[in-house]
């Protein structure tokens, strides 16, 4: 744990340019949730004397998320040091007196997979080795848009140059800036005063305050770290590399905790999604926000599930699909075309083929037969559906809500039933068949004479 209190200013106002898009960057979702609520979480265990998170104008849905860390608005955005000074500003009003904070750490709101171990160890770091400034670094793959460290012949770092500022040979250089900064926090308003806007980009670099610290003989320092932890988001293309790097990790870990994954790169995991143990998931199926699975509970394929509960050894799929407030119970069957939403299957119940079930609640044990449909809209309001346990409702019954079915009651298959049926009735409700015998030939017989 840091020794001395630290605060943290979290870079998230910029337009996202690079992802041409209405979103701002950081709410783009990762594993089903918006890549910034996973920095915060890694800030959040090593609790900063203050957190601050400065967003671009009108990205109130950033600020909502990032509670309850506090939000300041940089208008315009001028690059990343102008962001730090606004942030800066908005600390200085909420620590009294700003001197006794020892350091700050600036992060970047598009690098999900900080961990809190790192940065940690970045703080423990700084206080070592008494750096003004210590940045973290990385060798990626590739290091295209990321900024170069140049060192100085005894290792330390002279400055940082952007990728669009970067001559051919500083171009070669496969250091590159992480993104995580730690800056001793007296001498960051200093620093701050010494950036401008004489670059391609002609913004506000807050990479640029290393060449002023050491214009100021301030010592700097890099310290490299796996490049998988620090990887930045810009493009749609680094979305969906970061969001295969993410589920291949979800993956990994469902299994470790005893969930058998058939074809594990064919499952889509949410970040919250919660497999008990024995849970098996067949191939091509996605898990929204919101789902927990019972143990032993096998999930088939080509099923989507989100915001569903789903109870030890119920069976779901092939084709399922489950919507927010699903709930099935112990043993629950649900099977190919079934969708549930906003309804409680009971323990054992079955609804196994082409059957939607919307506002309801269904008893244990009950069986609903193919095609069975929970009419619970009107066009304006939803209605509630109640059947009790051990019902039987025949193949291609229209439950027209608000209806109620009682325990034990059987309903004939085709009906459309607008009425509460009674605890173990029957209920018919259909046209009735008529047979006229022989009648079929007649016909037959002056069709083809019509036609000769
Ligand atoms: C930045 C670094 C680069 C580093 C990379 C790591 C700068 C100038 N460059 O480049 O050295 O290798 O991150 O991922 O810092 N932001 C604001 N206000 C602004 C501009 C940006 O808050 O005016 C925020 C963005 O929302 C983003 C973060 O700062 O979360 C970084 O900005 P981005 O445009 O992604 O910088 P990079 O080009 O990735
Ligand atoms: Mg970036």
């Given amino acids: 744990m840091s020794q001395s209190p630290f605060a943290a200013i979290i870079l998230a106002a910029g337009s996202g340019t690079r992802m041409k898009s209405a979103l701002p960057k950081v709410m783009h979702p990762l594993a089903g949730r918006p890549m910034i609520a996973y920095l915060m979480d890694a800030l959040r265990p090593l609790s900063p004397a203050a957190a601050v998170v400065v967003v671009g104008p009108g990205m109130d ?8 860390a506090e939000s300041v608005v940089q208008d315009p955005p001028l690059g990343t040091g102008d962001a730090v000074r606004t942030g800066l500003q908005a600390l ?20 999900p997979f900080l961990s809190t171990e790192t940065l940690e160890r970045l703080l423990a770091e700084r206080r070592r080795t008494s750096a003004a400034i210590l940045v973290a670094g990385m060798r990626p793959a590739n290091p295209g848009p990321y900024g170069r460290f140049v060192l100085a012949p005894d290792g330390t770092l002279e400055r940082i140059v952007e990728a669009a500022d970067a001559g051919p040979e500083e171009q070669t250089i496969g250091l590159v800036n992480g993104g995580i900064m730690v800056i001793e926090a007296s001498r960051l308003d200093e620093l701050l005063d010494g950036l401008d ?12 305050i290393v060449r002023v610290a050491r214009r100021k003989g301030l010592p700097c320092r890099a310290v490299e770290l796996p490049a998988e932890g620090l990887i930045g988001i810009n493009t749609r293309a680094e979305l969906a590399e970061a969001e295969a790097l993410m589920q291949r990790r979800l993956r990994r870990a469902a299994m470790d905790s005893g969930v058998t994954l058939i074809a594990p790169e064919t499952v889509f995991l949410s970040e919250d999604t919660q497999l008990a143990h024995d849970v098996v998931v067949e191939p091509n199926v996605t898990f929204g926000p919101g789902v927990t699975v019972g143990e032993r509970a096998r999930i088939r394929s080509f099923s989507h599930l989100e ?8 069976i779901v799929g092939p084709f399922a699909r489950l919507r927010p407030g699903a709930v099935l119970e112990e043993d629950v069957h649900v099977g190919n075309f079934v969708e549930v939403k906003a309804a409680r299957l009971g323990a054992g119940a079955k609804a196994n083929h082409l059957t939607y079930i919307g506002d309801a609640e269904v008893g244990a044990r009950t069986n609903i037969g193919a095609g069975t449909i929970t009419c619970n809209y009107d066009g304006f309001n939803k209605f509630q559906t109640i059947i009790g346990e051990g019902a039987f409702i025949g193949s291609n019954t229209a439950l027209v809500a608000p209806v109620q079915v009682g325990a034990g009651a059987i309903v004939a298959a085709g009906s459309v039933i607008t009425r509460d049926v009674a605890p173990d009735a029957l209920s018919i409700a259909r046209g009735q068949q008529v047979d006229k015998p022989g009648r079929a030939t007649k016909i037959r017989a002056r069709l083809r004479g019509k036609n000769s």
């Fill in 61 to 68: 849905g950033v600020a909502r998320i990032v509670v309850p």
């Fill in 92 to 111: 200085k009003s909420r620590l009294a007196p700003a001197g006794s904070i020892g350091e700050v750490l600036v992060l970047y709101g598009d690098t």
């Fill in 197 to 208: 806007r004489d670059n391609v980009k002609g913004e506000f670099y807050l990479t640029d």
């Fill in 307 to 314: 915001g569903a509960t789903v109870g030890a050894g119920a």
